[in-house]
């Protein structure tokens, strides 16, 4: 593949990412966002495990999904960039297939309640904040993520053009 082909895949996985996380995102707004919620487009923070395109796909994704959705500057800003380090962090960790799905568990467990708590004025405690967001990431991203990631591995380089597959180097 040369590199005008290259970079149209990569732009076109990218934006294909951030349509999935906006729609899912979207559909599900019951669950989306709050105090309490399960983002089912979270569980697309698996991508970055297959394909570094997913880490702009996924910050322009939450990014617009945050603005459509209402959202306050300080949480589109803060949210979007829990994601986008999430997403970094899944990359990074791509090797090992059971600890990717950690860092957006992380980020977003840390960044999510600081802006429900300071710009929302969420009258929960931090602490009870951060419970009900690590249970809900821990849904999406392992519980939904594994899932994803498990029935893309064996179409992952005809999807991706990648080495991700079952037969690939990686850590279980």
Known sequence: MNMKNSKVTFITHAAAIAAIYVVLTLVFRPISYGEIQVRIAEGLTILPFFTPAAIPGLFIGCLTANTIGGSILLDVVFGS????????????????????????????????????????????????????????????????????????????????????????????
């Not at 957006?104 to 960044?111: D, G, K, L, R, V």
């Open 81 to 172: 960039v829990a994601t986008l380090l999430g997403a970094v962090g899944t990359w990074l960790l791509r090797k090992y297939r059971w600890l990717a799905p950690l860092p957006p568990i992380i980020s977003n467990t840390i960044i999510v309640p600081l802006v429900l708590r300071f710009g929302y004025g969420a009258p929960l405690p931090l602490s009870l904040l951060m419970v009900f967001i690590a249970v809900g990431e821990i849904i999406s991203c392992y519980v939904l993520g594994e899932l994803l990631l498990s029935v893309l591995l064996p179409y992952a380089g005809r999807i991706f053009g990648t080495k991700n597959s079952p037969d690939q180097d990686t850590k279980k």
